[in-house]
């Protein structure tokens, strides 16, 4: 097989991992080909199974070109079912008909794909489906105890969507963001972890502020990889465009003052803060209710705001705080100056060539150690979060 262009060009979570692509005849197979891309595209290797349904919908040859491997559409003498269901890593059922539900849930293994989920569920293979139909059959009462039958089992359902009078698969994004958190190693269970992210909002009067600049990026690639390992996770946010992960505790702030208050006081249960955040470094000392005359010359007197990673190791000295050092161009001497007046455990040095982009170049340091870290932001936020579990293992 040739290697996959596409393969993890957003990020080596899934890398090694074999997911079995389960296709049953829902309209919304259409999705298929683009999921199974999605999942290359973070290291995954994907092999897709078909019921005879969704081959009246799509071409198997549409599923070959996605994955770059013969797809599985009847059962031969190669024991295809079993070959994929009890030695894959995960196998992924979407769509997943109410058919195809029911007849899971009753140990029916007449099509590929239910004999593949059979296979798997023997063999202790992690299984997911992804429901997709019309919503009176989503809300059938025995549509509803099968779901319910197969949760008790272990089997991890992915909710559709209710809109139109149909029970709508659920994005692609979110379906790989669990598929991500499913097959990660849970090497950060136990950690309570506080991230701050996006920029903060400085008020001016009612309509006009000072903000910095800063997408959210990094600090929700750092929550959705932290909560996917198993750490508890609190992100405090700024109004950032990022979206951010649906898994972790979230608490919307504004401006510098609130976010800093917000963060001290969910950093006492946590065990380490993590200040991806672009907070302000000055505030307006007064605020105008109303909207302040345009026609004129407008003179600002700020004042500066507290340090957060300084104050929080101050405050808490127990606690592991990493900070970020956001310079034009990665300035490790200032980085080490930052490590040394602060306290903190972990310093960041990024630069402002990064902001709003996919991909992020940085050093990860401390006073006597520094990596070199380059990539998308979801492989940088991975190292940091590997050199913070260092240093709390060795706390522990």
Known sequence: MKQFSIKSVKSKSLLGKKITLCISGSVACVRAPELARELI???????????????????????????????????????????????????????????????????????????????????????????????????????????????????????????????????????????????????????????????????IDACRGIINQSSGKMSCAIAANASARGAEVTLVYGPAREEPPSNVKLIKVTGAREMIEKTMDAIKSADALISAAAIADYSPISVTNGKLESRKDLKLELKKNPKLVALAKKRFPEKLVVGFKLEETIREDKALECIKESGIDLMVANSTKTIGANN?????????????????????????????????????
């Open 41 to 203: 595209r973070h290291g995954a290797e994907v092999a897709a199974v078909m019921s005879e349904s969704a081959q009246k919908l799509i071409s198997p040859d549409l599923l070959q070109w996605a994955t770059d491997r013969e797809v599985v559409s009847k059962l031969t003498g190669r024991i295809e079912h079993v070959r994929l269901g009890a030695y894959s890593d995960m196998v992924l059922v979407c769509p997943a008909t109410a058919n195809t539900i029911s007849k899971i849930s009753c140990g029916i293994d007449d099509t590929p794909v239910t004999s593949t989920v059979s296979c798997a569920l023997g063999a202790g293979v992690p299984v997911m489906l992804v429901p997709a139909m019309h919503s009176s059959m989503y809300n059938h009462p025995i549509v509803k105890e099968n779901l319910g039958k197969l949760k008790s089992i272990g089997v991890a359902v992915i909710n559709p969507h209710i809109a139109e009078g149909k029970a709508k698969i659920a994005e692609n994004d979110e379906i790989v963001k669990r598929v991500i958190s499913t097959l990660t190693p849970k090497d950060l269970a136990g950690l309570k972890l506080v991230i701050t992210g996006g920029p903060t909002y400085e008020r």
């Open 360 to 396: 992020a170049e940085a050093v990860i340091m401390d006073v006597k150690t520094k990596t070199r870290v380059n990539g998308t932001k979801a492989e940088v936020a991975k190292e940091i979060l590997d050199a913070l579990k260092s240093k709390w293992k060795k706390q522990k």
